[in-house]
């Protein structure tokens, strides 16, 4: 049995998903209950990763755990897990961790924690997630507009579903034990190209809107704490080498090449009309 934390996010719900296909038995753990139905025979528990006593009961006869960095506990969360017998456990970082260790600190301690535990484990760093244009859904719906900074910077985004597939290989496969893999997108897109993708994906002209650097900071500032807004709008603004640099292993461990944000955005299209 397999135990999916964040099993209602972009990357989670998919991950769930590909796993039931696979014939896995599966354990959804969220804080809250899923919107929808989960797949047949999965059973949801609500739990916060924040208490790691609380998430005991889903952990019960698994063997793998698929682990979101949440909450300031990674060892006693770890600890619970190889009470319980798991013995594989894959964590879903970020690229951040290896490019700027000192704004992803917290991800980084989860790393740490994992790799000194006695348990099989494999590190995901995800480059930025193509999902991201969610954030675009609202106005693109009502204004057919799409509003960001550094309009003509390019990023490597990774589709979320590229990222759960790679997750469930890496849960059910052996020979994965003590790598750490960056998953990043085919190509660089740029937040005017990545509107534009979206216009042509719901067959309607999208006005993309050029923001400050000042104006992108009050907005990401009310729901992120300050040094994560500093570090995203240093990656957006000024990424490194590193950060624009398409990865082979999403290709390496599917055996296909990554999906570009234009398939992510035919895909999901309804949210955007």
Known sequence: MIVVTGATGNVGRELVRQLVEAGEQVTALSRRAPEGQLPPGVRHIAADLAEPAAVRPALEGAEALFLLVAGEEPQGLLKEAKAAGVRRVVLLSSQGVGTRPDVYEHAARFEAAVTASELEWTVLRSGGLASNAYAWAEPIRVHRTAAAPFGDVGLP?????DV???AAAVLREDGHHGATYVLTGPALTTPRERAAAIADAIGETVRFEGQTREQAHAQMAAFLPLPVVEGTLAILGTPTPDEQRTGPDVEHILGR????????????AAAFR
């Open 157 to 161: 985004f990774v589709d979320p579903d």
């Open 257 to 268: 090449p990554a999906r570009p944000f234009s398939a992510w955005a035919h895909r999901n």
């Open 164 to 166: 759960a597939a790679v």
